[in-house]
């Protein structure tokens, strides 16, 4: 060999790494090395699909447009760790908290159509419907609505609700917004005058006994202060509640009804026996009869919780302010 070669070769053992010890399972060194890779590429293939998935969540919720459960749930995740809020078709809701926060899953739940009285349905008339929902049984204080709602009960021998609700303003026209003053003035001409469409709105016996029970009315303002005060002492100032189950069980009439149909036919009003009594008593909240099952039900009954309660302080700071007045005046 000559002295070149020998110079080369000893270079190039001087370059050459030490060579790894080889084992019984061939050389230690390239195992660990190979292991070592496939853990990273493990690592950055799970890495690599949070970007598009976070990318994808992003454009779903700003294109508003419904993700399937696989994206759902990745989506889900890569939107806990960044803290943001996310909705996925309509149902998830994740709430917005800092990062390495708990999370809490408020999914809202999907809530069915509104439960109403058994006689509401769903091919019911919207203005029957929105009637029964924001009027009927809900107590009335007001002599003029009481008044225009006593007449309604009495026009349901002729009419029915529906009609009555849609001819309302009408009503409201003809017998000038039911004050009792200015119908107890009604003249015969003017009461012959009551018509529409060349027909006489009610039966000529039910207007006379309108323009009656106005008169009757000054009568019972004189004495109770108000029509108002006349109704509700039957009841003791609060509704009554059946709690009915079925539409069934709803009566025509009760007992307080017959009581108070009597003393206003004692008083001098038209018109006014149990039946008619009863459907006034129901649709002024004078008693509650919004069956059980129905939404309203409740509602009511907190209002009228709520009111009675407001009125009690009320009276109870009335009578503290007369006691504290009395002892100023001794002193």
């Not at 149902?91 to 809490?104: A, Q």
């Not at 225009?148 to 009609?163: D, I, M, P, R, Y």
Request: glycine share 4%.
């Amino acid at each position: 060999m000559s002295v070149a070669a020998k110079l080369r070769s000893a270079e190039k053992q001087t370059h050459e790494p030490p060579r790894a010890i080889l084992g019984p399972a061939g050389n230690r060194v390239r195992v660990l090395e190979e292991a070592k890779r496939k853990i990273e590429v493990l690592k950055k293939s799970q890495q690599k699909p949070k970007k598009p998935v976070e990318k994808m969540s992003q454009a779903a919720v700003k294109n508003n447009l419904s993700v399937d459960s696989t994206c759902s749930s990745d989506s889900y995740s890569s939107s806990s760790s960044s803290g943001r809020n996310v909705k996925l078709n309509g149902i998830k809701h994740v709430k917005d908290v800092p990062n390495g926060g708990e999370i809490k899953d408020v999914s809202s739940k999907k809530e069915g159509p509104v439960k109403r009285c058994d006689w509401i349905t769903p091919n019911s008339d919207p203005l029957y419907m929105s009637f029964h929902d924001e009027e009927w049984g809900i107590p009335v204080h007001d002599d003029r609505k009481l008044f225009e709602l006593l007449v309604f009960s009495q026009a349901l021998a002729e009419l029915s609700w529906l009609a009555i609700l849609h001819m309302r303003d009408i009503f409201r026209k003809l017998f000038d917004q039911f004050d009792p003053s200015s119908i107890a003035q009604f003249t015969e001409k003017k009461l012959l005058s009551l018509k529409v469409n060349g027909n006489l709105l009610l039966s000529e016996p039910k207007l006379r006994a309108i323009v009656e029970n106005a008169k009757q009315i000054l009568k019972i303002q004189q004495e109770f202060g108000s029509f108002s005060n006349y109704c509700w002492r039957f009841v003791n100032q609060k509704p009554l509640r059946n709690g009915f189950r079925y539409v069934r069980q709803v009566p025509a009439k009760t007992p307080k009804a017959e009581l108070m149909s009597k003393d206003l036919m004692q008083r001098g009003f038209r018109c006014v026996g149990p039946t008619v009594v009863y459907s006034f008593m129901q649709v002024a909240g004078i008693v509650n009869d919004h069956l059980i099952s129905c939404f309203r039900y409740q509602e009511c009954n907190a209002d009228v919780e709520k009111n009675f309660k407001s009125l009690k302080s009320q009276e109870i700071e009335i009578v503290v302010k007369a006691l504290g007045n009395t002892c100023l005046s001794r002193d």
